[in-house]
């Protein structure tokens, strides 16, 4: 199994979540429903995702993945020397590596797993998700020199290396109107809509069902005032021209 990891973080494609993806996926793990595992789940067969600090009570830094013929195997890493100063910590992770493996499973294809927050997997699973409906862009890196110069002395091929960020998102036109069964309200106020996941059809004759989040956003004309309320929320300069709070 140790020479199949080995072989796989060779191969592997790396996926580094930036604060604010990091963030979204946390709070979409949170509250995601049951997921079947399926093959086209992960964005590739072999892929080691590393999110910006520690995630969910966990404290998960990494997986990495390797898809096979009736299962994706798994592995879990916690990051080395968390609350060490700058220094230390560099000279630390120069000599014994950044990340330490502590769990290895497997996701079986076909596998209903939990969207608990107890469930390791929760997190990888939404973030999974959210990079397979677009909600974030995958942008490739150039490899600094000195790491170009190792591994061309080591006559490795360069690593492909992608900053996974929140992509640009936008609301379509709202009228102001819900339609209902039968019936339809007008909103003279925005109200936000907090993030939520939503099952979407999709797969011949669209008879699978596969979980889809859907951003916070304002609801109403955009000619009305926001609602108030005791929550305040930022918008990113990427979602609105104006960051906007109530």
């Given amino acids: 199994m140790r020479g199949q990891l080995a072989d796989s973080l060779d191969r ?44 969910t009570t966990h404290r998960i830094a990494a997986v990495s993945w390797s898809l096979r013929d ?19 910590l560099q000279h630390l992770r120069e ?12 996701l079986r294809h076909d596998q209903l797993i939990d969207g608990s927050p107890d469930n390791h997997s929760a997190i990888l699973l939404a973030t999974w998700l959210l990079i397979a409906q677009k909600a974030a862009e995958d942008v490739p890196v150039e490899i600094d020199k000195a790491v170009r110069k190792k591994y061309a002395r080591a006559q490795r091929p360069l690593p492909d290396v992608r900053i996974v960020r929140v992509r640009a998102h936008t609301q379509g036109d709202d009228t ?6 039968g019936s339809s309200r ?4 925005r109200v936000w809509v ?16 596969r979980p ?7 609801r109403g004309p955009e000619d009305a005032p926001i609602k108030l309320s005791t929550t305040v929320r930022i918008l990113d300069q990427r979602t609105s021209d104006k960051p906007t709070g109530d």
């Fill in 95 to 106: 000599h014994v590596g950044w990340l330490a493996p502590v769990r290895a499973y497997q």
């Fill in 70 to 88: 009736e299962a994706i195997e798994a592995v879990v890493y916690r990051a080395i020397g968390s609350g060490l100063e700058d220094n230390p």
């Fill in 186 to 189: 007008s909103y003279t106020s």
């Fill in 12 to 55: 592997a494609r790396l996926y580094w979540i930036d604060n604010t993806f990091t963030e979204l996926a946390e709070h979409a793990a949170s509250q995601m429903p049951a997921v079947t595992v399926s093959k086209d789940l992960a964005p590739c067969d072999d892929g080691l995702l590393v999110w910006s600090r520690p995630a």
């Fill in 212 to 218: 889809v989040y859907i951003h916070p956003f304002l």
């Fill in 194 to 209: 907090t993030g939520h996941w939503r099952n979407q059809a999709y797969g011949p004759g669209r008879v699978l069902r």
């Fill in 176 to 181: 102001g109107r819900v339609s209902g069964t």
